[in-house]
């Protein structure tokens, strides 16, 4: 009886083929990772913007439908400050009168100063928008600015009775600041 010794020729890799093609992988793997990770940080950050805006444009609209000045007609028109007797509040007096909440903010004056952040984020209505704005911040400075450069006026009775730069400043949960500026005019 013969005996038949039948080879098969084996296929397969080695090992230093193998070795190589981890090392191939993890290079592919971590250029992929480097390139997509700050893609999708970015997605985020669009989604924030617009929330942001969406609280700038609302506390703005709040603020801008008050009177110019504590010592303004509340309807507007008739009685305005710097006008006969009657002066504007100063630059150094811009904030709210005391006793004044949010809720009885009759003038532009009373948000200086105003900061909300993270659960006591609120409507003017008084409702809490913590669940949609959990993280953000919101910051509100008002300054007389007559000539409207931009410039809050430094002197304690300068620019008080033309014109008032509201600004307010929407920081999202990663740290990026959006700020807002309108001006409230003397009519």
């Known amino acids: 009886m013969r005996f ?9 890799f080695t090992l230093v083929e193998t070795i190589v093609g981890i090392v191939v992988l993890s290079i592919a793997f971590s250029i992929i990772t480097t390139l997509i990770y700050p893609m999708v940080e970015n997605s985020a950050d669009q989604l924030h913007q617009i929330r942001a805006a969406e609280l700038g444009q609302s506390m703005l609209n709040e603020i801008q439908g008050r009177s110019f000045d504590e010592n303004s007609d509340r309807n507007g028109g008739l009685v305005r400050c710097g006008e006969l007797t009657i ?14 909440s949010r ?17 006591n984020i609120e409507n003017s209505l008084g409702e809490t928008l913590d669940g949609l704005y959990s993280g953000f911040i919101i910051g509100v400075i008002v300054c007389n600015d007559g000539n409207y450069d931009g410039v809050c006026s430094n002197s304690a009775s300068a620019d008080t009775d033309t014109a008032k730069l509201i600004t307010v400043t929407v920081t999202t949960p990663t740290g990026f600041a959006i700020n807002f500026s309108s001006y409230r005019a003397n009519f």
């Open 87 to 100: 002066t504007c509040t100063a630059n150094n007096a811009l904030t709210a009168e005391t006793g004044e």
């Open 103 to 119: 809720a009885t903010y009759d003038d532009v004056d009373d948000y200086n100063g105003l900061n909300l952040s993270g659960d």
């Open 4 to 12: 038949r010794y039948i080879f098969f020729k084996q296929k397969g």
